[in-house]
T-cell receptor, first 111, second 111 residues
C-alpha cells in the first residue's frame, strides 16, 4: 500500500470550509484514495473515496491532483460535530477491503 | 439494514487472564470481517481479517487469536493477557464494496 502523509492537527472556524490535505506520492495506478473520520471514542466512519476524478457527496468533496500524488478533503461548512481525526488511506481494489490507517489529522472546529 | 454489534463495551482484566471479545453482523451474508486495535493516542492497527467461515488471516504477530465460527460472528481471543493488550478494539465489515462499516468498539484495560 502507498504511504500517506497528513498534518497531525488543524483548526477550523465553525461555518468555514475545512481543507484537509494528504500526500500520497507513491500511489500506483490501481489504488484508490479513501477518507474516514473517527470521532472520539467511536469507530471510524467512511466519508468518501475516489480514483482520479473529483468526487462529492453529502458529507464532503474530494479533490485529487492530476498526477494523483496528493488530495484534499473539503468539508464545505464545518460544524462543531466535525471535530474528529481524519484518515487518508490508499488501497487497491483487490485487497479484500483491508485498510491501513496512518496517524491522521486531528481537526478541531472552533466556535 | 445492516448493523454490527460488539460486546462488551468496556472490560477491565488482570494480566494473565483470558479474553473473549465478540462481534456480530446483522442484515448481510458472507461479509468480510476485520479486527482492529487502537492503542491510546495512536492510529488503528489491523489485527485479523476473514473472508469466510474458518478463514482467518493474521496481519501482525501478537498475543491474540481470532475465530469465525459462524458466517456473521467474529471472535477475538487471548489465553493470557499482557499489559500491552490494552486498547480500543474495533470490529468492521464490508462486502465487496468500497465502504467499511465499524462497530462501536470495546475498550479493554489490562491491569
Amino acid at each position: 500500500d502507498a504511504k500517506t502523509t497528513q498534518p497531525p492537527s488543524m483548526d477550523c472556524a465553525e461555518g468555514r470550509a475545512a481543507n484537509l490535505p494528504c500526500n500520497h506520492s507513491t500511489i500506483s495506478g490501481n489504488e484508490y484514495v479513501y477518507w474516514y473520520r473517527q470521532i472520539h471514542s467511536q469507530g471510524p466512519q467512511y466519508i468518501i473515496h475516489g480514483l482520479k476524478n473529483n468526487e462529492t457527496n453529502e458529507m464532503a468533496s474530494l479533490i485529487i491532483t492530476e498526477d494523483r500524488k496528493s488530495s484534499t478533503l473539503i468539508l464545505p461548512h464545518a460544524t462543531l460535530r466535525d471535530t474528529a481525526v481524519y484518515y487518508c488511506i490508499v488501497r487497491s481494489g483487490n485487497q479484500g477491503g483491508k485498510l491501513i490507517f496512518g496517524q491522521g489529522t486531528e481537526l478541531s472546529v472552533k466556535p | 439494514s445492516q448493523t454490527i454489534h460488539q460486546w462488551p463495551a468496556t472490560l477491565v482484566q488482570p494480566v494473565g487472564s483470558p479474553l473473549s471479545l465478540e462481534c456480530t453482523v446483522e442484515g448481510t451474508s458472507n461479509p468480510n470481517l476485520y479486527w482492529y486495535r487502537q492503542a491510546a493516542g495512536r492510529g488503528l492497527q489491523l489485527l485479523f481479517y476473514s473472508v469466510g467461515i474458518g478463514q482467518i488471516s493474521s496481519e501482525v504477530p501478537q498475543n491474540l487469536s481470532a475465530s469465525r465460527p459462524q458466517d456473521r460472528q467474529f471472535i477475538l481471543s487471548s489465553k493470557k493477557l499482557l499489559l500491552s493488550d490494552s486498547g480500543f478494539y474495533l470490529c468492521a465489515w464490508n462486502q465487496g464494496g468500497n465502504e467499511q462499516f465499524f462497530g462501536p468498539g470495546t475498550r479493554l484495560t489490562v491491569l
